[in-house]
């Protein structure tokens, strides 16, 4: 079920045709729909009935307001990386209590602060970020509970850019060397030992390497059983993947039975950190055609969203599905590059797109719910879109829109000069 659909010819975000929120809010401007949220992350938690677990949604995907607001009011928890993303699920009414705080670089301000707060659990990637900690919580006078991210050395088969689990990259500690940090932690007065976790990539397609992984942390976690250490959760991060294209990934319901299943009587709570399964359909972008221009080789349409508004076609090369917000019948197709304004040939948001667009026309990026916003930019001093959150009928200005001023704030000029 998705919440943009095309009603009459007009493409809407539930009840509202996106050309009144282009011409109220302006473009580019970021949608997002409350009701597909709330149906991913409903997913995940009727798929999880009946199972101790947590669903921390992992901030980094979109971490505005409105959309940690809506998750949080139905129960999420979140996983974090930096302590602006823990300010973040604060100040959007998020409990620290259900928030895990992942993260290869944490800085001790950034844990103290995270004790300060009462979070559920620091997932450790390091030996040395261990001992940090422990000193961390002594100053504190608070003890630390902790996990540890486990790299299982699984191929999650997704782009080399997203996968994270194998053991050339830079995320969590070997099987091996996880033994030893768990004995070292277990002796450690500030330092409580409460679960193990992974994260093998992002997008991923199938189940089997996550069942792969899983496979390999339970006989971690029995054979720490076998030297007096119990854990008391496992959690297998985020990862799921959507469909931009023909991908088509695993049900969320099909792949939490599958990790169920391989869980057996073990009396372990599961915890999940989906972003990209709980944001990415659940948003758009929405950009204006601002020129056309042909050429022998190529049409252009360009648009006045560009990569430092949606990263993605130009970071990663993926494909990501454009379409124009009116479907037009009777118009004449050409295969067309959308491409930005921003000084880059590598900036576009699609090429070779069948579509009929005019100057001033309405395109929308689908699938932008993710990892777009989030990771927009000021380059070239463009200030960042608008985001609106629609809900039924309702329109709600989630982020105005940046203004220069606000991109010059905290700048200066050398002195002695007028
Ligand atoms: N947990 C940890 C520790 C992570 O590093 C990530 C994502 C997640 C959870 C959430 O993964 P998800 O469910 O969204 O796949 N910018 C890239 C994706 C980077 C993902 C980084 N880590 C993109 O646009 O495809």
């Given at each position: 079920m998705s919440c943009f659909n095309y009603i009459d010819g007009e493409l809407h975000a539930e009840a509202v045709p996106v050309r009144r929120i282009a011409e109220q809010y302006g473009t580019p401007c970021y949608i997002y729909s409350r009701r597909a949220l709330e149906t991913a992350l409903g997913d995940y938690q009727s798929a999880l009935a009946g199972c101790d677990h947590l669903i921390c949604y992992a901030v980094k995907a979109n971490s505005s307001l409105a959309v940690l607001d809506t998750l949080a009011r139905c129960g999420a928890g979140f996983d974090i990386v930096s302590v602006g993303e823990l300010e973040r699920v604060i100040a959007a009414g998020g409990d620290p209590a259900r928030v895990v705080f992942s993260g290869v670089g944490k800085r001790a301000d950034e844990m103290a602060r995270a004790l300060e707060a009462g979070i559920a659990c620091f997932n450790l990637e390091s030996a040395a970020e261990l001992e940090v900690l422990a000193r961390v919580a002594e100053q504190c006078g608070r003890r630390a509970p902790v996990s540890v991210r486990v790299?299982?050395?699984?191929?999650?088969?997704?782009h080399p850019y997203i996968s994270t689990g194998l053991k050339e990259n830079k995320f969590g500690v070997s099987v091996d060397e996880a033994l030893r940090v768990y004995q070292r932690a277990a002796e450690l007065e500030w330092i409580e030992v409460i679960g193990i976790d992974c994260h093998i990539g992002s997008q991923l397609t199938q189940v089997s390497p996550f069942i792969d992984a899983l496979r390999r942390l339970l006989a971690l976690v029995d054979q720490l059983a076998g030297l007096g250490i119990t854990l008391h959760h496992l959690d297998l991060g985020g990862g799921l993947g959507v469909r931009y294209a023909d991908e088509t990934p695993p049900a969320v319901a099909d792949y939490i039975a599958a990790v169920r299943a391989e869980l057996g009587e073990r009396p372990l709570k599961l915890v999940f950190e989906p972003g990209r399964s709980i944001a990415a359909n659940a948003g758009i972008l929405l950009t204006r055609v601002e020129y056309l221009k042909q050429t022998p080789e190529h049409n252009f349409a360009l648009v006045d969203a560009a990569m430092n508004d949606l990263l993605r076609p130009s970071l990663y090369q993926v494909w990501m599905d454009i379409r124009n917000a009116?479907?037009?019948?009777a118009g004449e197709r050409a295969s067309w590059d959308i491409v930005g304004p921003v000084c880059e040939t590598g900036d576009f948001l699609g090429k070779q797109r069948e579509l009929s667009v005019a100057t001033g026309d309405l395109l929308a990026v689908f699938?932008?719910?993710?990892y777009g916003f989030a990771m927009s930019s000021n380059y070239n001093t463009r200030p960042r879109a608008a985001e609106v959150m629609v809900d039924g009928n309702q329109l709600h200005l989630a982020r105005e829109r940046e203004q220069l001023a606000d991109l010059l704030r905290g700048e200066h000029r050398l002195p002695g000069q007028d």
């Open positions: 790299n299982p050395d699984v191929d999650a088969k997704t009116s479907e037009d019948e699938g932008a719910g993710a």
